[in-house]
């Protein structure tokens, strides 16, 4: 069965410093993957997404992922976070057997040291 | 103009109780999708529905019942309300079934 973890809950860093978010998926073929931010109270708001072509996908407010199949993972990556990225990341993955079904990891919370 | 809306926004009920939960999207999506995030912000599908029809039904208990009166609407209806329902439900619309999805801002149920 397909499935996505994301092995860090909490992650803390510096305001201006870089981060990267780890995710894996596990899937047999090329799964349709996605990075999901979530700020305190709101719904999701999609990152990015990768489908196919271009392993390293840019996406909204700086952010960008990078898709390793060897790896099976699609780590978020940002050179310089901001206090306003603080909030909880999600990766997912759709599969192609039931398209509709979007899995997602358990999530990665960001707090920003001033 | 909001895409995907949601209300209530907070609902605070008593157990044994009916409630529904409205959602609409103006985005002109096909499919329409219920979440359930619990207390460890874990995400998980209940429902999915593309042109009123519904196409996932994850192992969710029957006193939950969706029902989408069109494409644009997707509420959900949930009977004899227990204290473990308590989350918050997060409607979704995608344009297609590739997982692109738009979020409502949640329902925080809370049950008593």
């Known amino acids: 069965a397909q499935s996505v973890t994301q092995p860090d809950i909490h992650i803390t860093v510096s305001e201006g410093a870089s981060l990267e978010l780890r995710c894996n998926y596990s899937y047999g073929a090329t799964p349709y993957l996605f990075w999901y931010v979530q700020s305190p109270g709101q719904g999701l708001q999609l990152l990015l997404k990768y489908f196919s072509g271009d392993t390293l996908v840019q996406g909204i407010k700086g952010f960008e992922a990078e898709f390793k199949r060897s790896q099976s993972s699609f780590n978020l990556r940002k050179p310089s976070v901001h206090w306003s990225d603080a909030a909880e990341y999600f990766c997912a993955v759709v599969s192609y057997s039931s398209a509709s079904k979007i899995i997602f990891g358990s999530g990665t919370r960001l707090s920003i040291r001033p | 103009d909001t895409a995907v809306s949601q209300t209530p926004k907070y609902l605070v009920t008593q157990m044994g109780n009916d409630k529904s939960i409205k959602c609409e999207q103006n985005l002109g999506h096909d499919t329409m999708y219920w979440y359930k995030q619990d207390s460890k912000k874990f995400l998980k599908i209940m429902f999915s529905y593309n042109n009123k029809e519904l196409i996932i039904n994850e192992t969710v208990p029957n006193r939950f019942s969706p029902k989408s009166p069109d494409k644009a609407h997707l509420n959900l209806h949930i009977n004899s309300l227990e204290l473990g329902d308590s989350a918050v439900y997060f409607c979704?619309?995608?344009?297609?079934?590739?997982?692109?999805?738009?979020f409502g801002q949640g329902t925080r149920l809370t049950v008593v």
């Open positions: 979704a619309s995608s344009p297609s079934r590739d997982g692109e999805a738009f």
